[in-house]
């Protein structure tokens, strides 16, 4: 499928529904397709399509080591009510050292733990895919708001995001058709849960994406951006980012 290709079905999917576009992912890319899930309330609805259009989805979690403790039991109880199996996607051993010798990392440099506990172990799990599905929004943050649905990759994967289009009232409609749970968070104020050390409940008036890196100007893992895009495998490359931020 060439670029022209995606542009016009990317186009031409403004006007479908996430079902449609999923559907179309499943047919055209199975078995060698995944999505991934973050397990907050707002993941729901595309775990929820995607897992009855195509059961047999591999599902990938980046269980980063910092997570709340109750999004860990709220993505087992998921993985069992919807009989989904899900793989835990860890941070590459060799960075273990580092990460031990500087525990302050995700205060320190969000930017660069992000990438060692979230973006490179999702490379390397999509590797040998075709596509992956993802659950973003337009409405979501700024970098997102120029998203396409279908996104090709340098190395050939094709990044689909069916729920784009979509807003919070429509996530929270489609859950409360099909009943489907809440985070337990979410009734504390956390409106957008990540890592822990990173996430703060969301004040009235602030919009749900307030809480995540508060205070550092920072709005993005880098699994949705640029930072995607790069190859980092040693310590030179790791100071190449941190110069590449200031």
């Known amino acids: 499928m060439d670029i022209a290709e995606i542009t016009r079905l990317s186009d031409q999917f403004e ?6 576009i999923v559907a179309w992912a499943v047919k055209t890319f199975a078995p060698a397709i995944a999505m991934s899930s973050s397990f907050q ?14 059961p047999e989805m591999r599902v990938f979690f980046l269980d980063t080591g910092l997570h709340f403790w109750e999004t860990l039991i709220f993505r087992q109880q998921i993985e069992n009510e919807f009989k989904i199996k899900v793989i835990d996607l860890h941070y590459d051993e060799r960075w273990r050292p580092f990460l031990e010798v500087y525990r302050d990392l995700p205060k320190e440099d969000p930017t660069l733990c992000c990438y060692l506990r979230k973006v490179q172990p999702m490379q390397q799990a999509l ?14 943050t700024a970098a997102r708001a120029a998203a396409r649905i279908l996104e090709p990759q340098p190395d050939g994967l094709l990044k689909v995001n069916p729920l784009l289009n ?11 058709q099909y009943r489907l749970p809440e985070h337990p968070l979410t009734v504390w104020g ?3 849960i990540g890592c822990a050390p ?10 749900p994406r307030a809480g995540r890196w508060s205070g550092t100007g ?3 893992c880098g699994l949705h951006t640029e930072l995607f895009r790069k190859r980092l495998e040693s310590p030179a490359d790791l100071e190449r980012l941190r110069l590449e931020e200031e």
């Open 218 to 220: 920072k709005t993005e």
């Open 127 to 140: 590797r040998g895919l075709k596509a992956w599905i993802t659950g973003i929004r337009r409405d979501q």
């Open 41 to 54: 309330t707002q993941s729901l609805p595309l775990l929820h399509m995607v897992t009855r259009i195509y």
């Open 15 to 20: 006007q479908a529904t996430p079902q449609e």
């Open 166 to 176: 979509w807003t919070e009232a429509d996530i929270e409609a489609y859950r409360q």
């Open 198 to 207: 990173c996430t703060r409940p969301v004040r009235p008036g602030e919009p």
């Open 190 to 192: 956390y409106a957008s």
